[in-house]
């Protein structure tokens, strides 16, 4: 009996981590990575950081990489750059921007059901 509780114990324990690990998760997910010159972008069932500060007037290279042969991921649309790219798998594929305005534009997949997004500063 003892032994039983024990177990019933740490399978508590362990979802009670689990929950505060896949909230974290999600929260530390959504927060933007800012980028110097350059970032990678891993694309795998989602965007890989799916959110990314810019900074305004500085050119930045922005590398696809898709390792998901999902053809949902085939392509990305960052349609406020006028950008639609088709993405091979395990390629590098770069992008140029230079963002003119501050504000925030999404980037999403061909069928636009994965969604990604670009803050300016
Ligand atoms: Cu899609």
Not at 43 to 66: E, W
Not at 110 to 118: E, P, T
Request: glycine residues 10%; proline residues 4%.
């Amino acid at each position: 009996m003892e032994l039983d509780k024990i177990i019933v114990s740490l399978l508590g324990f362990g979802g009670i981590g689990f929950i505060g690990w896949f909230f974290f998760g999600k929260k530390a997910s959504s927060n933007a990575v800012e980028v110097g010159d350059a970032i990678t972008i891993q694309v795998s069932g989602g965007y890989a950081p799916a959110t990314i500060q810019l900074q305004k007037d500085k050119k930045t290279t922005i590398t696809f990489h898709r390792t998901d042969p999902s053809s949902c991921l085939e392509e990305v649309v960052l349609s406020d750059f006028k950008i639609r790219k088709f993405l091979p798998l395990n390629k590098d594929i770069s992008i140029e921007i230079t963002p003119q305005k501050a504000g925030e534009f999404p980037f999403v997949c061909g069928m636009n059901m994965f969604h990604g997004k670009i803050i300016v500063k």
